[in-house]
């Protein structure tokens, strides 16, 4: 019997069907499922584990907080274990009754991690049998066959360099999380976290609210005019952007007549070359700027990936490989729906030229479309990520856009003016791929020595702006830059910062509580909210892959790194709790009050103690809204796309999570069957209930 093993049930049923041609049976197992079918008379059994089948922990002495310093932790030995017991129990009943085991997780290095504890376990049950690996970049047909048809082996270097991140990560949150939450005396379900790439990440967030309070606006003056010429009107501004002095900016507003003069017109078109390929940092940029945040963009992303409709969304390459069939993607994509009419004007005989973006590796091709489906057959947020991947892959084989710029000079009673016109001439990639592209401005036929006629003239107070805060794509791309973090996981560091309560809001902005850890930690363990070090971990698990360096090495020199970092900060552990203490008020962010914008909190009303969300801004703001009293609430970071109310995740202890969105009247929760937890709720709003 030959046995194949995958990430995921989703992609054990689909390579069963693909490889069986769709005649593959299903036997239950216990934790799982399996699909068997025959090929050449030889019996194959597909199964699917739940992601990670081994999880990493230290051993049971050093699990109880209270009893074991941070510090003991550092050097503590590192254990695995099954992370559901009856997967791993029918993962080894498979592989005594295998003859050949073929490993078809994920290609990367998570996946080949996975991978490697597969095949521990796989030889732990059955010592010397074959073991080969199968690497895919989409789970079409095409793919599945040529992998299985030439099978490789594991990437050891490669697991190993997912080991080191497991390892590392694994001692950097658990040592830093226990010793500020200790120190904090903040346990339970209000402990405080940190670790090696959130904790700079956050820092990132909260250095960016320093610089905008920080910031000191300085006043200027602009004026702008609206002329009229032969019926057509249209804006234009004075040729001194701003003005600072106040003075100078009135006697100029007070010398404009009522007539004007074109005094010049200049034209010139440019170029707007096509975008490179997808990679996920790209990807979740651009999924942000749609109003999809990234962790539910990659969520969706790897379900369409399993369900074959997309390619495998964990890539740093920009760079389709020279195997990648251009036109058969196009051709695959022709009976989609609002794409396929597009997809076939690109393979109307024209030759495919792709973009090429600054990244390329040969583990994976850049993101594309692998299936044309139906926009009924997917959900609203499924069928817009599709269409956004879709839409991307058909831009990079576009041709150039076009626009034309127009500058138009005008002299109102000798005070210079200038109006701009830009416009798009020529569509090329645009009509593809629509997101990039800026409302036309045009500008009505103008020439030299034309009368203008000014119909409206408007002297404006301005102030300048402080830097805009992060949005969640913005902050991905940035977290790339420093090498925080890895394209798998930069998405989900951003949630649990969400999730913790340490940020909020779109774009984010930090609560005290982020503000308050970020600010103790830069102050006695600095090294701990730079992206240096962690970049350097990066780069140094990086080298594992290579070959250059050796898992205990780079594991070994973190653990003397967070030794000293540990010293300091207990020999400053007092400085450090009363800091925290004093900027964290205890209040929990569930996201933005959609009133007045300001932070939604978890409060209690001071009779009956029930808690309940109210907007920080009370007494201004007065907009609250009930709260299951039951489970641990928790920010999601998204917005109910129908209320415009913050969503919420409830966890209670034995039972599956749930989401809601906070307003009660919302017209989903009529049909979701309606407020869960709602008879154990109250929202009064009275000052007397506010605490």
């Not at 195997?323 to 989609?336: P, Q, W």
């Not at 103690?609 to 703001?621: L, S, V």
Request: with cysteine; net charge negative.
């Amino acid at each position: 019997m030959k046995l194949i093993v995958t990430e995921k049930n989703q992609t054990a049923e689909r390579i069963a069907s693909i490889l069986s041609g769709g005649s593959n049976s299903r036997e239950k197992a216990p934790g799982s499922t399996v699909y068997a079918y025959k090929e050449d008379g030889d019996e194959v059994k597909v199964v699917g584990m739940r992601g990670h089948v081994l999880q990493v922990d230290f051993p049971e002495e050093y699990r109880v907080w209270q009893s074991v310093e941070p510090r003991r932790l550092v050097d503590a030995d590192i254990e695995k274990t099954p992370k559901v017991k009856s997967l791993v129990s029918s993962l080894k009943k498979l592989a005594r009754e295998a003859d050949s085991v073929v490993i078809a997780t994920d290609y990367d290095r998570e996946g080949e991690l996975i991978g490697a504890d597969i095949k521990d376990l796989v030889l732990e049950a059955n010592p010397g049998v074959h073991i080969s690996r199968a690497r895919f970049s989409a789970l079409t047909p095409q793919e599945i066959k040529e992998a299985f048809s030439s099978l490789d082996t594991l990437d050891e270097n490669l697991a190993k360099a997912g080991e080191a991140r497991q390892d590392i990560d694994l001692i950097w949150g658990a040592a830093l999380t226990r010793f500020i939450s200790l120190a904090t005396t903040r346990l339970g379900q209000k402990f405080l976290s940190a670790g090696r790439v959130q904790s700079p990440t956050l820092a990132l967030i909260v250095d960016r609210e320093k610089e905008i309070k920080a910031f000191v606006p300085e006043d200027f003056w602009q004026i702008k005019v609206t002329c009229e010429h032969e019926g057509d009107t249209f804006n234009a501004r004075h040729k001194t952007e701003r003005f600072g002095d106040e003075g100078e900016a009135k006697a100029a507003f007070e010398r404009l007549g009522e007539e004007g003069t074109v005094t010049a017109v200049a034209t010139r078109e440019r170029k707007m070359n096509p975008p490179a390929p997808f990679n996920t940092t790209a990807f979740l940029a651009a999924a942000s700027s749609i109003k999809i945040a990234p962790a539910r963009a990659m969520d969706i992303a790897e379900s369409l990936y399993t369900r074959g409709i997309i390619s495998y969304p964990r890539v740093d390459n920009t760079v389709y490989p020279d195997s990648l069939d251009l036109a058969g993607v196009l051709n695959g994509i022709r009976g989609a729906d609002v794409v396929g009419p597009l997809a076939a004007e690109l393979l109307d005989g024209r030759e495919l030229k792709p973009t090429r973006g600054k990244k390329f590796s040969t583990d994976h091709p850049p993101m594309y479309p692998t299936a044309a489906p139906s926009k009924g057959s997917l959900r609203p947020q499924e069928w817009k990520i599709y269409e956004l991947v879709a839409r991307r892959f058909m831009a990079t084989l576009g041709d150039p856009a076009t626009a034309r710029s127009t500058r138009v000079d005008i002299d109102i009673n000798s005070e210079p003016f200038v109006a701009r016109g830009d416009v798009i001439v020529s569509e090329g990639f645009l009509r593809y791929y629509p997101y990039t592209r800026k409302r036309d401005e045009e500008l009505p036929q103008l020439s030299e020595g034309d009368r203008l006629k000014v119909v409206n003239k408007e002297l404006e107070a301005r102030q300048t702006q402080p830097p805009p805060r992060y949005t969640e794509g913005r902050l991905i791309e940035k977290m790339e830059e420093l090498g925080l973090g890895t394209k798998s996981t930069r998405h989900s560091i951003i949630q649990s910062l969400l999730e913790r309560g340490y940020a909020f809001g779109s774009p984010l902005k930090p609560t005290e509580t982020g503000i308050a850890v970020t600010q103790a930690l830069e102050r006695h363990a600095t090294m701990v909210t730079t992206p240096d070090m962690t970049a350097r971990l990066e780069e140094d698990m990086d080298s594992i892959v290579e070959g250059q360096q050796s898992l205990e090495g780079v594991v070994g020199r973190s653990r003397e790194a967070l030794g000293g970092i540990l010293d300091k900060m207990e020999s400053e552990k007092e400085d450090i709790s009363r800091e925290i203490r004093e900027g964290v008020r205890g209040d929990t962010v569930l996201g933005a009050c959609p009133g007045c914008g300001g932070e939604m909190r978890i409060l209690r009303a001071r009779k009956s103690g029930k808690r309940f969300a109210g907007c920080g801004g009370y007494p201004d703001c007065t907009v609250t809204f009930p709260l299951p009293q039951k489970g641990s609430v928790v920010a999601t970071g998204e917005v109910c796309e129908e209320c415009g109310s913050p969503r919420i995740k409830v966890l209670s202890k034995g039972s599956k999570p749930w989401e809601l969105c906070l307003d009660p009247d919302c017209p989903t929760k009529a049909a979701a069957g309606a407020g869960r937890g709602s008879s154990e709720t109250t929202a009064t709003g009275k000052e007397d209930d506010i605490e």
